[in-house]
């Protein structure tokens, strides 16, 4: 009696097991197709890689000498480029990220989404393969970025850089989800260029990218700590100068999982019921 029972309870769970295992094998595969049809249109036009580095590298190249006298303030010895191209990641993964979405509104007025509506593909694929493109072109990007505060002085161990561009590849996956969830919500260029404006002024400007908020008034540095973003650049700043604490990366590593997580939740749901 006791074999007669086990043998089908061990059948069923090999069965279940077989097509879990076929389901996240071609949720990538989807995943993978998308990301490829992507990066091939991206090869094809490269002029929004360029211009995407091309800001953070102008603040480098123009921005960065005018530091020099206000990072010594912060202490003795304290590099400039070292405090300054940590800011310059975060700009780059999110502006750079927030205007992925212009793209996916060109998709969706050329037929490209209202084809894809027709598969069977996993929505969220679907959106996981854009993110792919998106962050691999942040990630040449920031290797670039790096590379040049590099020649120009920065003193920042390599594990700390590896672990600051990942948090910027965290954070620059959040806002490219959003920015994707916003086209379809909107679908107009009209629409969505004033909110990525609106929503942009205060984050470069209370985020402590450019300049220590510390230098400011007390009032503004307590609004200051209600931005997401400046715990998340103080964590990829902290990473550069080589101070990995939980007290340091804490409240920025938290940050930048949350809000990748809403995002992709947001942009996933918003795909499904563009979808549906």
């Known amino acids: 009696m006791t074999t007669t029972t086990q043998q089908p309870t061990r059948t069923t769970a090999a069965a279940i097991a077989v097509p879990e295992r076929g389901a996240v094998s071609r949720f990538w595969r989807e995943s993978f197709i998308v990301f490829r049809r992507q990066m091939r ?19 480098l190249l123009l921005f960065g000498p005018l530091l020099e006298p206000v990072i010594a303030q912060l ?24 205007f992925a979405g212009f793209s996916l509104i060109g998709e969706w007025r050329e037929g490209v989404i ?28 920031a290797v670039i970025l ?43 260029e009209d629409v969505m260029a004033p909110v990525i404006n609106v929503v942009m002024m205060p984050v470069l400007l209370l ?35 080589g101070d990995l604490d939980f007290a340091t990366m804490g409240w920025g590593v938290g940050w930048s999982v949350l809000l990748f997580g809403l995002a992709l939740w947001w942009g996933t749901a918003v795909f499904r019921r563009e979808n549906a």
Not at 117 to 140: C, E, I, K, N, W
Not at 156 to 175: E, F, H, K, Q, Y
Not at 210 to 234: K, N, Q, S, Y
């Open 146 to 188: 790096v590379v040049l505060g590099t020649v120009l002085g920065m003193d920042a161990s390599l594990g700390g850089i590896v672990v600051g561009v990942a948090l910027t590849l965290l954070l620059g996956g959040a806002c490219a989800a959003a920015s994707n969830a916003l086209a379809l919500t909107t679908k107009s």
């Open 41 to 59: 249109m991206n090869l094809r036009n490269p002029a929004w890689v360029i211009i995407g580095m091309l800001q953070p590298v102008l603040y």
């Open 114 to 141: 209202e084809a894809e509506r027709v598969t069977p593909a996993s929505r969220t694929a679907l959106l996981v393969g854009r993110l792919g493109r998106d962050l691999a072109q942040l990630f040449v990007q």
């Open 207 to 241: 985020s402590g990218i450019l300049l220590p908020m510390t230098f400011g008034a007390a009032w503004l540095d307590r609004l200051a700590d209600l931005m997401p973003i400046r715990h998340v650049v103080d964590a990829v700043r902290g990473a550069f100068f």
């Open 75 to 98: 202490g003795p010895g304290i590099n400039q480029y070292t405090w300054f191209v940590p800011g310059m990641l975060v700009q780059l993964g999110i502006f750079g990220a927030f």
